[in-house]
């Protein structure tokens, strides 16, 4: 019987989790992101890797998304994940040149708190070499707050976010922790994304970054719910962006939290039924968009 859960579950995440991707190639994220652009959104496209993603695949799709990015002009860049590629210094340092030479903005996602000393070191590093390069800090992680010197002191960018992964050492409210790293951003940071899909944070964060005279979006993930936030953005004269991920899709839930929380099993029925729907009204998983 686990078994025939877990194949069950399985397959239908497969199927739910198209809604959270463009597709399975750049091509797919360079569609997504000119319709967006055409509908006064900017855009942030990402290679999503999976489990048989080579090094070189990897570093392929990259350098795709660097080239092919400089045809959407200054409305898009790309998001990298440096822990595949195990923060190599030499690749990194090749996509920032890259990247510079072409006027296009890289920014390094997160993964855990023992991942993170590492990004940022290489950052550190990356700095004298490249044009614009901006970092994710989770509301989660205590280190976070800290970790917001960087980007100013060096004059980079911020995208910050709850975040998926708990911080080990010590629980934090993600709602009480995004606000604090927001008020530290506050007044000192060059440019902040305000990526979330909660309004009453959306609202909270976005006023305080105002307030202190800071530049500021709303980043929105794609394939997640925008109604609640959007009205927000406008009221406040904000910008926004949508995240496009392409490749293999990612799921907010495992089969093994399905036992410990049985939301997990809500989550997944919502997300079939939403990739379903935008099957049928011929969307391709864009629907929850208001394109």
Known sequence: MKAVLRTIVETAGAWAARSYITGTNLEDGLKASRTLQAHGFKSTICFWDGEGDTTEGIVANYDAIILRIEELKSHCYISVKPWPLKHSADLFRHFSQEAK?????????????????????????????????????????????????LAIEQGLDVRVVKGQWVDPSEPVDPFEGFLKVI???????RHVSVATHDPKLVRAALSALLARGTPCELELLYGLPVGAVLPIARELGVPVRVYLPYGHAWLPYVVGRLKKEPRVALWLMRDVMDSMRSRIVGKGGNSRLPI
């Open 183 to 189: 008020e530290r951003l506050a007044g000192r940071a």
């Open 101 to 149: 030479s072409r006027g296009v903005k890289m920014h390094f996602d997160s993964a855990s708190t023992s991942d993170q000393e590492q990004t940022l070191s290489l950052i550190r590093d990356l700095v004298p070499i490249s044009g614009t390069l901006s970092y994710t800090l989770p509301g989660r992680w205590h280190r976070s707050v800290a970790d917001t010197e």
